[in-house]
């Protein structure tokens, strides 16, 4: 009887997809802050649905399956969730565009509460944070701004004007972080500091 082997099988590791999970986000965050906060023509501001449909959203999805493959519970669930939502918002802007949705004269009703159910999940996702790293923390802090003044500006409180300025510091924020996971990779060095992580993970 021939002895029996044994073999051991393992998975191969995969690249961290959280640089990339914080460039779509930051990129499409961008654009679309640029818009809100007045500093591009509303007519351009169209160009955020293919990032929003793509980038931001399709991109975002699959870094959050990454994420799982890397039993990252917390990056999984923020790329899923983040890149549903520009997915979403952009499907929005499309129906309505194609006279699919009429809101009439309650969209601003609508997209609040859209706003709204999202604050809530960003919120506990910055307490989260705080077991991660300085400039992660950085990211959900002025996300978490950006949402609340979003959502004051679209009940009518205040401009969106400020919000989509929030929303560009919250945009370079997502974008130095993913700068640092791409160069302190490549450089295997710290190149971009990020902070402390917290010693259970």
Not at 24 to 50: D, E, H, Q, R, W
């Amino acid at each position: 009887m021939a002895d029996d082997k044994i073999y051991e099988i393992r998975e191969s590791s995969i690249a961290d997809p959280g640089p990339l999970g914080l460039a779509a986000f930051a990129l499409t965050t961008f654009v679309l802050s640029m818009a809100n906060a007045g500093f591009i023509p509303a007519t351009v501001k169209g160009v955020f649905l293919p990032l929003a449909l793509f980038y931001g959203g399709g991109a975002q999805v699959l870094a959050g399956m990454w994420e799982y493959k890397k039993n990252n519970v917390f990056g999984a669930t923020a790329f899923t969730t983040y890149g549903s939502f520009w997915i979403a918002l952009g499907t929005l802007v499309l129906f309505e565009a194609l006279k699919i949705l009429d809101f009439k004269d309650q969209g601003n009703i609508a997209v609040g509460i859209f706003l709204v159910a999202f604050t809530i999940f960003t919120f506990y996702m910055w307490i989260g944070s705080f077991r991660l790293n300085n400039a992660l923390i950085v990211v959900f802090t002025t996300l978490l701004i950006t949402f609340i003044l979003l959502d004051l500006a679209e009940f009518k409180f205040i401009s969106a004007k400020i919000g989509g300025t929030m929303g560009i510091i919250c945009a370079f924020s997502a974008w130095y972080t993913s700068a640092a996971g791409i160069l302190n990779t490549v450089y295997k060095r710290v190149v971009l500091p990020i902070g402390p992580k917290s010693s259970s993970h």
